[in-house]
């Protein structure tokens, strides 16, 4: 059989990798963008699609249908994300004569539609949360949350992966959130519909992953604990979900499985729930006709392919086993490894891989005892664009029990080196050693809840020591591998400058990061009280790692088990005799990191006031809005809709206020 996969990046890779194993042929489109991505290079056939715009490319029925006519494909995987969930695509599919690796038409439609998929559980007799949907008009969605009582959610009625959902927490807010949403959602789904939902206060995301066959026979893979997200998109998911009462797990596979048995499902699907964490109460949130991106963990507990159940459900093939074969062994996570900056609010970060180290750092207890899976978009050399989603890896594990999975999980990530671009990595490291992790008790609020120590200032001196070379005394850990690495010619009586990520300069004065002298413990570097001689407590010992990356003139201090990252500005972008100084802008807006124009919403000569949204930009499938730092008058905008902008580009300038010196007395 010939599969064309109607996708990109790590699940075009996985799914190339079952459909090799089982003697199937490959088809692989692709944007140019991806011309030399790797899961192009890795099928058997190449088919392009067209330019980077995914509405001519990766969403385009009319070319993916080319596609499939051309290359003679018998079939055709959807992966997640774009046309999975299309039921108008799956439908085209089959009208052209090729198999639709997935659930029948009819299941991704009426789970397409949250709306809907509400009004099925229900009849299901599965709980559901109390919210509002019978009428789209803005003036009848604010009714409504006014009813259920704020905070609410709403929440786009279509699609899913954390995109057109906003939590608001009074009237005031409402109107613009609405607007928000509804335009995310129509721009990523091509459905603005919005669900005004009760907010559960203490919610955790617990799902079921279902498969079924044509023959009416489907089964429960398990749970998975989801909840560690940040902007309604996971972060780090785990199988079995822990801490789960008897009473609550068991009624969440059964609700899957009636759920399933009412939808005559014949695919893998993901039914997801809402477990208020207080009561153990549980609420259909919605149901995934796909494949989801946290499969391997469900995979690696079960020893099922459930992408090879997918193929052979599709060639009308009997699930292989029953409900009481399916058995759950040891304990799995996976961490999503993006192209985003946690320093700086997630912000999606783009460049070229120069280098991609994966493997276990031996630096507590020896050799890993578990299994180990890298599931990747991109290998050395590869670039990331601003046009696709942040996600360019998933790090799987697994182990005998969850406390021994989580330690091989620390030793995947302390072994993990990606240089060319800022990634989420460092911060999942810090993650899985905050407390709530390590116990199992996450709520979705979790990371608004917990602050992050981002304040660089303490590990100045660390990057300063890292770029400014080495004594001879310094012993060196192996993620460092610096020894005598002088990069930047440095007079060792002049202060280094390095550049934390809000766009700060820092000085570092010799006396400062040379008493950075470091004994190894435990693999970590150990400094006695070195960030500042003088003042800190009792000498305590912070520990540190350090990462360069070279091409980049960046450093990364991993301080106290919380990443910071830093550039080496050039010497001629620090002004002879300036004071150091990390000021803002106050009279621009300015791209925080490329992407491109979705909305202007100020003009020039337009009266602002601080906080209003002058831009909205597109990054990596998500929607910015950029907003006035000044109450003020619009000088100039220089974007357009469309326009491709860079980071740190100028988008809007204000009218400066005029100084007392040029007023006449």
């Known amino acids: 059989m010939r599969i064309l996969i109607a996708n990109r990046g790590e699940i075009a890779r996985r799914v190339i990798r079952t459909a090799r194993r089982l003697g199937h042929q490959?088809?692989?489109?692709?944007?140019?963008?991806?011309?030399?991505?790797?899961?192009?290079?890795?099928?058997?056939?190449?088919?392009?699609?067209?330019?980077?715009?995914?509405?001519?490319?990766?969403?385009?029925?009319?070319?993916?249908?080319?596609?499939?006519?051309?290359?003679?494909?018998?079939?055709?995987?959807?992966?997640?994300?774009?046309?999975?969930?299309?039921?108008?695509?799956?439908?085209?599919?089959?009208?052209?004569?090729?198999?639709?690796?997935?659930?029948?038409?009819?299941?991704?439609?009426?789970?397409?539609?949250?709306?809907?998929?509400?009004?099925?559980?229900?009849d299901a007799g599965v709980p559901i949360i109390p919210g509002y949907d019978a009428s789209q008009h803005p003036d009848d969605l604010a009714a409504a949350a006014e009813r259920i009582g704020f905070p609410v959610l709403v929440k786009a009625a279509a699609g899913g992966g954390g995109k057109g959902i906003r939590i608001v927490h009074?009237?005031?807010?409402?109107?613009?959130?609405?607007?928000?949403?509804s335009t995310e959602a129509q721009r990523s789904f091509g459905d603005g519909a919005m669900i005004v939902e009760r907010y559960i206060q203490r919610p955790r995301h617990v799902e079921v992953q279902i498969v079924g066959d044509r023959l009416g026979n489907v089964l429960h893979l398990g749970t998975r604990e989801c909840s560690v997200q940040r902007r309604y998109q996971k972060v780090l998911e785990e199988a079995p979900a822990p801490n789960l009462p008897d009473a609550t797990r068991l009624g969440l596979h059964d609700a899957a499985l009636s759920l399933a048995a009412a939808m005559r499902y014949d695919s893998a699907g993901t039914v997801e729930f809402i477990v208020d964490d207080t009561t153990g109460d549980f609420y259909f949130l919605e149901m995934n006709t796909r494949l989801q991106v946290e499969h391997p963990v469900t995979e690696e507990v079960t020893g099922l392919d459930i992408v090879e159940l997918m193929i052979r459900s599709a060639q009308d093939e009997p699930l292989p086993i029953g409900q009481h074969e399916v058995t759950f062994t040891g304990h799995a996570f996976e961490c999503r490894i993006n192209a985003e900056n946690p320093a700086d609010g997630f912000t999606p970060d783009i460049g070229t891989i120069e280098r991609l180290d994966v493997g276990f750092a031996r630096l507590f207890s020896g050799p890993p005892t578990g299994r180990f899976r890298w599931d990747a978009a991109v290998r050395d050399g590869d670039d990331v664009t601003p046009f696709y989603d942040s996600m360019i890896a998933k790090l799987i594990v697994w182990d005998d029990d969850r406390p021994a999975a989580l330690e091989t999980l620390r030793g995947y990530l302390d072994g993990l080196h990606i240089e060319g671009l800022v990634t989420t990595a460092s911060f999942h490291r810090w993650l899985v050693d905050q407390e709530p992790v390590v116990e199992g008790r996450v709520t979705t609020r979790f990371l608004d809840e917990t602050p992050i120590p981002a304040d660089p200032v303490p590990a100045v001196p660390f990057a300063a020591r890292a770029w400014g070379g080495t004594s001879s005394t310094h012993s060196w850990t192996v993620f460092e591998q610096l020894a005598d690495l002088r990069l930047t010619p440095h007079r060792p009586d002049v202060p280094l400058v390095v550049r934390s990520i809000d766009g700060a300069l820092h000085e570092a004065k010799p006396s400062e990061w040379a008493a950075a002298a470091a004994v190894v413990v435990e693999g970590y570097s150990a400094y006695p009280g070195a960030y500042d001689p003088d003042t800190a407590a009792g000498g305590a010992t912070r520990r540190t790692r350090t990462k360069l990356d070279r091409g980049r003139r960046a450093v990364t201090v991993t301080l106290d088990g919380y990443p910071h990252h830093f550039t080496v500005p050039d010497r001629s972008e620090i002004w002879a005799g300036d004071a150091v100084s990390g000021a803002a802008h106050g009279d621009e807006v300015l791209a925080p990191f490329p992407g491109v124009v979705a909305e202007v919403r100020v003009a020039t000569?337009?009266?602002?006031?601080?906080?209003?949204?002058?831009?909205?930009?597109?990054?990596?499938?998500?929607?910015?809005?950029?907003?006035?730092?000044?109450?003020?008058?619009?000088?100039?905008?220089?974007?357009?809709?469309?326009?491709?902008?860079?980071?740190?580009?100028?988008?809007?300038?204000?009218?400066?206020?005029?100084?007392?010196?040029?007023?006449?007395?």
């Open 26 to 122: 490959t088809i692989a489109v692709f944007g140019d963008p991806d011309q030399h991505a790797a899961h192009v290079q890795e099928a058997d056939i190449r088919y392009r699609l067209g330019p980077a715009s995914l509405a001519e490319s990766y969403l385009s029925h009319e070319r993916l249908l080319a596609a499939i006519r051309e290359t003679q494909a018998d079939a055709v995987h959807p992966g997640y994300g774009f046309l999975a969930e299309n039921a108008a695509f799956a439908r085209a599919v089959v009208d052209a004569g090729a198999l639709w690796i997935g659930p029948h038409p009819e299941a991704v439609e009426r789970m397409g539609s949250k709306i809907e998929a509400r009004r099925i559980a229900a």
């Open 170 to 181: 009074d009237a005031s807010q409402f109107a613009s959130a609405l607007a928000e949403a």
């Open 605 to 665: 000569g337009q009266t602002v006031t601080a906080g209003d949204t002058c831009v909205v930009i597109e990054a990596m499938k998500m929607l910015h809005s950029l907003t006035s730092p000044v109450d003020g008058t619009v000088a100039d905008v220089t974007v357009a809709v469309g326009d491709q902008v860079d980071s740190q580009q100028v988008l809007v300038t204000f009218q400066s206020p005029p100084h007392s010196e040029d007023t006449a007395p």
